[in-house]
Nanobody, 121 residues
């Protein structure tokens, strides 16, 4: 069963950094776009950053200049480097993949279970 698994979340103080990683399971031949979403308690899930297979990126205004998304196409992994973290960045961060191709299937959208990021004052 193909899946996405995030890692790297944790508790940090404001101003510190974290690096999130998302690994796609074996059996995935290719992924078009990958990205990170987040959902804070009581709020809707929102796009943080995305990157397509060619490396073009897109960021939410709230994280521009602080977060950097990157990917390793050979490993089907995506990363999110988060610097200058703020308490308002506290949320569960979800990895997202679009147009996932396996030997037998074409999966339009996939989500990981998420990793929790907590930023304290």
């Amino acid at each position: 069963q193909v899946r996405l698994v995030e890692s790297g979340g944790g508790l940090v103080q404001a101003g510190e950094s974290l690096r999130l990683s998302c690994a796609a399971s074996e059996g995935i031949f290719s992924i078009n776009a990958m990205g990170w979403y987040r959902q804070a308690p009581g709020k809707e899930r929102e796009l943080v950053a995305s990157i397509d297979s060619g490396g073009s990126t897109n960021y939410a205004d709230s994280v521009k200049g602080r977060f950097t998304i990157s990917r390793d196409n050979a490993k089907n992994m995506v990363y999110l480097q988060m610097n200058s973290l703020k308490p308002e960045d506290t949320a569960r961060y979800y990895c997202h993949a679009e147009e996932v191709r396996t030997a037998l299937h074409r999966i339009l959208k996939m989500w990981g279970p998420g990793t929790l990021v907590t930023v304290s004052l």
